[in-house]
Structures are given as structure tokens and as C-alpha cells.
């Protein structure tokens, strides 16, 4: 339709209200404004948000500056958007070593229709383990720097803007000696990345568009929470609409509502049933975050909302200048109960989004309009021209929306559609044969495996006579240990039955864990491995990692420092110590045999007993630049009741790895020395016995830490 068209519409509906009304918010958090309780208050409502809208930014003196940059004009494009774990499968094979971006992106492609931005996450939950910082983590990725920005520019080659975290709240793990602002903006040149998203952060601060502009890399800024002071929108171009609180009636986004510019992503990461997601977004006109790797615990999108937003990113991708349009117009009146409207006008064109709360379906007259001679009619959801009944000044239109579901109407003069709009149409024709609820939305837990562990023949570390192994330990068989663990990750108790890992025994992935065990006897190391233990194995193996980035980093010329022998040997990745294991004839313990040898079948929390006693442990190091770890025999009152000695406190152990589809994981035991403060985010510790630490791996490089060690064990028959 012409521009005057708008007008008329706007003119149509709108009438006198009280002025200087506040709209009424919606959520405690203040993201969204609640839409009129009634029809009859529409033009009241309207007229009050209206109002709001020109009060706030004459309030704030509002500028637009940033999102008149032409660099960044590609946010009001980015529509469907994901976070994922650098550690997925997906994105980066650790079998063949290589990112397989494009494998990714079909696969996205393929379930929902691919992606328009992406968030790379390569830190938490894993940082704290150790002292590297945010900045470390991403360096120590899989070809370092170079490899990373090669990684970038082939999600760039396909169309997909990129992202990475500001973890604002990193100041207790390595000092870096800069500004956060200035190092992640000079990082994200570095690489070749568009856009930073801000951890926790309730808007990202100026100090970020600050250290852009000095250093002359523009950046789209994202905060992960609600933007809380509004004039933060000016430089803050995208944001999450993460804390939404969803009623019956739809609820207008804030931030869009002040800046129609500003490009929002709805996301709710641990939610199964998305529909009130989806629907709050199309009524908005916002983006999606179809986040499915959650800290390596997967929450697939079921078919029947990946086909949602299949349509969705269709119609958005079908005519991407309208959705920031300054003439949007939220909850436009509808003729059925339940469905709800918005107009986002464009040249020549208007494009309805419509959403129906109610679960019956609705069907007859749904829309009218102003009537316009020539300008044609169609319903983008399920691909057909439609007639339009006039009726005086007005036109109706009539549609099915499916009860829960979406309509999009298009208002468009028949030079503002071509070629391309027929093709487009009839895709949606073949996809609107088939109606959402056809498509199933059942939910199950990704399962995992356990990583077989082989048992132990001839070798150095082989018992003969029934003699005990040099350096090992007695750990007797038993029939009735009772194997209670508990995982400590931070997050993750909202899926059902997603969290955790599998165990050989279980169903399905769970944090927490009690199970009968029957365990047979075996001889396990006394101490961790130390340093001189392996420079032995090295010596003697001429061992050498396909991947040997970090590779005990902290050794010099090929040996450990002075004074570092019986200290024990870290920057080894699982793959290391399973090699030193084959070596010296042993393997890696499970978790159960860990603990068990831990707790002498007492169920106790520590090798001493149930108390805790620091004096039996290392003191805790809470630098930011971490100390070495300890002599595995400074502490002999440690010993647990079989005799094992330097079991927590001083460095983790690996333990067993499981693996999903998507994600790999190492369940870690003992806890460490190194604790770093100033967060509440970092890898937490797991003191207690009957407590272990999921760590997510990646790549050797980047899996090698500075806490993490190991010790080994061998099978054995009665003592």
C-alpha cells in the first residue's frame, strides 16, 4: 500500500485518550508492556503508548547514531539465531580435528531452516578449573587464534553473523592487564567476529561502543538480560528476551517498542514447549534464539516448533525491511476471539502477523482494512491469494488461523511482488497442507554412552603372585557398595532427566545417582601420578599428542621444573593419561572405583571421615595468578582407609568420559586447590566424596588444565 494508506489506517483507529497514560508492564523485569484488556481500549492504549514512547526518548535526549551505521544494518536482519557449546560435535569433530561449519548450518538448515547469527561460547561452564581467563579459553581453542578466525569467516561465507561472550564477571582467573572492553574488542578484530554477547549483564556498558570506536572495529552489542536502563538501547542494537513473562494477550517488547530498530531474541533455553515463545516473537516482529546445547545438555527442538520457525524465518527472510519499521503497530484490532494482530507497514506493502491464544481453531472474517483499489491480498501463512470482501470503506479478509498457531497476511500493491514472492508463496502452500499440530512435539533425552574402559593385561603395573604392584594399593571387591553421586554443575535442573551423565545402569542422563555396584578387587596408584612418573613414561615412550597445544605447558626444555617431582603432573589431557596408563599396563578408575577406594565402603564424605579438615589437604589458592599444586605426599593424614593418599583437594582426577550425539564430557573427582573468586560462575569445586565435576571436552588442547591430573589403577584378583 502507498504511505498514505498507513495513515489512514492509523487515523481509522486511533482516538482521544487521557493523556500522559502509563502502559501497564508486564513481568517484573519491565521487557514487555502489557496490550489492551479489552477491544474497547484499544485507542486508549494505543494513544498511551504513543505517548510513552516520544515522553522516554525526549526523556533520555535518544540518539540513533549507531544504528544509522551502515556496517551494522545487518541486525534487523538477524532473525533466527543460536548459542552453541564450541564443544558440540557438530561444529567442531574431535575425530577428524576440523570445524565443520558447514555440517552445522545444514543440519540447522534441514530441522528449521538455518540461522541468521550465531554464539560461540568456548568458556563457562568449564572456566575457573584453572586460572585462564575468558581470552585464554578462546585461544586455546582448536588451531588457536588463526584457527578460530578461519572457523569465523566460514560462518560468514554462508550468511551467519557471529557472536562470542563477555563473561563481565571474569576477574578472578588470570589478570590480562587491560580493560575487559578494550581486550574483547581487540579479540573479536582478531578473529573476524560481529557482535558481543553480554554474560548476566542487564545491558552492555558504554565502555564497549567506547573501546569500538578507539579501536575502529564495530561491534553489535547484545546484552543476555533485560536492558534495565533504556538508554542503553542507543548502543546496545540487539538483546535477549530471556525473562518474558507470557499471558493471554500478547505483551510488546520495550526495547523494539522504543527503537524499532532494536533486534530481539526470544529465548527460553531450557523450555520444551515453545509456543508461547514463538508466538510473542512473530507478534513483535523479533528474532528467535533456537538454543539447543545447553552447557553440553541437549534440548532438541521438537519437530513440531522447528517447523514453526521454519515458517516464521521464511515470511522474516521474505521481506526483512518491514520488521523495523518505525510504523509498527502492535495489537491492530482482530474480528476473533483469541487471535491478535500487529501491522509492520513497508513501501508499498503491509505485512499482519497474527497469533491465536486460544486452542480452537478460527475461521471466517479475521482482518479488516481500509479499502484500496488494485492492492491485492494474500495469506503468506498458507501460501493462497485471497478474495477481499468489501464492505464500504473497508475490506474484510478471511483465513484459518490453527488454534495455538500463526497467520501472516500481506496488504501489497501488485508492484510489490515479483517473481521471487510466487516462488516464496508457494512454498508456503505446500507447507500450509499440513497444519503444526500434525507435527509431533514429543521431547526425550539425548542418550549417552559411557566410554568402554579396558581392562588391564601384562604390564609394568600388573600384579603377578598376587604381589601388589610398586607404588599401588590394595582395594578389595565387594558386592554391595552402594554408589551415591552427585554432580555439582550450576545449572541444569530445569529438563527432565536431561542433566548430568548416563551411567551404564541408567535410562536416560541424570545428575544424581545411587546404585548397587558390585565391584571387583584391583590395585589403585597411591598418589596421583607425578611429574617424574611421567617424564619416565615419556622418556621411555617418546610419546608425542597429535594435538600437543598446552602440553605440559607448565614444563621447560621437555622436563618439569626444579623441585616439581613428586608434584603432580598436569596440562595432560584424558587421551595423555589413558597413553601413560597403556604404557605403564594400567587404565584410568571409573568414578565408582575412585570413590570406593575413596570411602573404604563407608559412605563417608572425605578419605578422613565425615568432617571436614583442612589441615589434611592443601590450603586453597584464590590468586589470579594460581601457584603450582602440592607434593602428593605432603599430606599423609589424608589417607583414605585403604591407604590412598592425596585423593582431593590438591588436583581433579579423570575419571570415566561419556558421549552424546553433540557433546563429550569427563566426570572429574577430587577437586582442587585452586579456587577463584569474585564469581559464583566459575567450575565449582566437588570436596565431598560423593560429589564430581562434569567437565566438557573439546580438544586436548583446550581439555588440558593446570588443576587436572590423574592417577591409574590395574585389575587384580584376591591379595
Known amino acids: 500500500m502507498k504511505k498514505n494508506s498507513c495513515i489512514g489506517i492509523f487515523l481509522l483507529l486511533a482516538v482521544a485518550g487521557a493523556y500522559g497514560q502509563q502502559p501497564e508492564w508486564q513481568g517484573d523485569l519491565k521487557e514487555l508492556f502489557k496490550g489492551p484488556a479489552q477491544p474497547s481500549q484499544y485507542s486508549q492504549w494505543w494513544k498511551s503508548m504513543q505517548e510513552w514512547r516520544k515522553r522516554e526518548r525526549d526523556s533520555l535526549k535518544y540518539t540513533d547514531t549507531v544504528y544509522l551505521r551502515p556496517e551494522l544494518g545487518w541486525t534487523g536482519k538477524s532473525f533466527i539465531y543460536a548459542q552453541v557449546m564450541a564443544e558440540d560435535r557438530w561444529l567442531y569433530d574431535p575425530v577428524t580435528r576440523k570445524y565443520r561449519v558447514d555440517r552445522y548450518l545444514d543440519d540447522l538448515r534441514r530441522r528449521y531452516g538455518g540461522l541468521d547469527a550465531v554464539l560461540i561460547w568456548p568458556t563457562y561452564p568449564n572456566i575457573g578449573v584453572d586460572d585462564r581467563n575468558q581470552f585464554d579459553l578462546v585461544a586455546d581453542m582448536p588451531g588457536g587464534l588463526e584457527g578460530v578466525r578461519r572457523m569465523v569467516m566460514d560462518f560468514k561465507k554462508r550468511g551467519v553473523r557471529v557472536f562470542f561472550p563477555i563473561m563481565i564477571w571474569d576477574k578472578g582467573t588470570r589478570d590480562i592487564g587491560l580493560p575487559i572492553a578494550v581486550a574483547l574488542v581487540k579479540e573479536m578484530k582478531a578473529i573476524g567476529a560481529d557482535g558481543l554477547n553480554g554474560d548476566t549483564m542487564f545491558g552492555v556498558t558504554e565502555d564497549f561502543l567506547a573501546a569500538c570506536d578507539s579501536l575502529e572495529y564495530p561491534l553489535v552489542l547484545q546484552p543476555e538480560v533485560a536492558i534495565n536502563e533504556l538508554k542503553m538501547t542507543e ?17 510488546v517488547s520495550v526495547p523494539k517498542w522504543l527503537e524499532p530498530r532494536h533486534q530481539v531474541q526470544v529465548t527460553n533455553r531450557w523450555m520444551i514447549d515453545k509456543r508461547d515463545d514463538l508466538q510473542y516473537a512473530f507478534f513483535n516482529g523479533v528474532g528467535y534464539n533456537a538454543w539447543e546445547n545447553i552447557w553440553g545438555i541437549w534440548n532438541q527442538l521438537p519437530e513440531h516448533y522447528a517447523e514453526a520457525i521454519r515458517r516464521i524465518a521464511a515470511i522474516y527472510r521474505q521481506f526483512p525491511g518491514v520488521w523495523n519499521s518505525a510504523g509498527w503497530r502492535p495489537h491492530v484490532p ?19 502477523t497474527l497469533v491465536n491464544r486460544d486452542s480452537a481453531d478460527r475461521s471466517g472474517r479475521q482482518l479488516q482494512m481500509p479499502y484500496e483499489q488494485g492492492t491485492r491480498y494474500f495469506d503468506l501463512w498458507n501460501g493462497r491469494e485471497l478474495p477481499a470482501r468489501r464492505e464500504g470503506d473497508l475490506v474484510s479478509l478471511e483465513f484459518p488461523v490453527e488454534g495455538l498457531g500463526f497467520g501472516a497476511i500481506l496488504a501489497a500493491r501488485p508492484y510489490a511482488v515479483d517473481s521471487s514472492f510466487y516462488r516464496f508463496l508457494a512454498g508456503m502452500r505446500r507447507r500450509g497442507n499440513k497444519l503444526l499440530r500434525d507435527y509431533p512435539a514429543d521431547w526425550a533425552p539425548l542418550p549417552q554412552r559411557m566410554v568402554p574402559i579396558a581392562g588391564t593385561g601384562s604390564g609394568a ?87 600437543d597445544h598446552n602440553f605440559l605447558k607448565d614444563w621447560v626444555s621437555g622436563s ?160
Open 235 to 251: 548502543w546496545n542494537q540487539m538483546s535477549w528476551g530471556y525473562f518474558w513473562k507470557y499471558e493471554y494477550i500478547p505483551g
Open 334 to 352: 482482530t474480528l476473533q476471539k483469541g487471535v491478535f494482530a500487529s501491522l509492520f507497514p513497508g513501501t508499498d506493502l503491509q505485512v499482519y
Open 461 to 547: 603395573g600388573k600384579a603377578t603372585a598376587g604381589a601388589v604392584p610398586e607404588g599401588m594399593v590394595f582395594i578389595p571387591g565387594t558386592e554391595h557398595y552402594l554408589f551415591e553421586s552427585r554432580g555439582v554443575m550450576i545449572e541444569g535442573d530445569d529438563l527432565p532427566t536431561a542433566v548430568g551423565v548416563q551411567h551404564p545402569w541408567e535410562k536416560h542422563p541424570s545428575r544424581n545417582q545411587k546404585h548397587l555396584i558390585n565391584i571387583s578387587s584391583f590395585y589403585m596408584d597411591e598418589f596421583p601420578v607425578t611429574n617424574r612418573q611421567f617424564k619416565t613414561f615419556m622418556d621411555a615412550s617418546h610419546y608425542k599428542p597429535l594435538d
Open 560 to 719: 618439569y621444573p626444579a623441585g616439581w617431582g613428586d608434584k603432580p603432573v598436569t596440562w595432560v589431557s584424558i587421551e595423555d593419561a589413558r597413553a601413560y596408563a597403556r604404557w605403564a599396563g594400567k587404565r584410568l578408575p571409573h568414578e565408582w572405583e575412585w570413590q570406593y577406594a575413596a570411602q573404604g565402603g563407608t559412605g563417608r564424605l572425605y578419605p578422613w571421615g565425615e568432617k571436614m579438615d583442612s589441615s589434611r589437604m592443601p590450603v586453597p589458592d584464590t590468586s589470579r595468578n594460581r601457584r603450582p599444586p602440592s607434593d602428593v605426599n605432603a599430606f599423609p593424614s589424608g589417607a583414605s582407609p585403604f591407604g590412598v593418599r592425596d585423593m582431593v583437594g590438591n588436583v581433579w582426577q579423570w575419571t570415566d568420559e561419556y558421549v552424546d550425539a553433540h557433546t563429550r564430557s569427563a566426570i572429574l573427582k577430587g577437586g582442587s586447590y585452586y579456587r577463584p573468586r569474585t564469581s559464583m560462575w566459575y567450575f565449582p569445586q566437588a570436596l565431598e566424596l560423593n560429589k564430581y565435576g562434569k567437565y566438557l571436552l573439546m580438544a586436548p588442547g583446550i581439555d588440558r588444565a593446570g588443576t587436572i591430573g590423574f592417577r591409574c589403577v590395574t585389575d587384580g584378583g584376591a591379595k
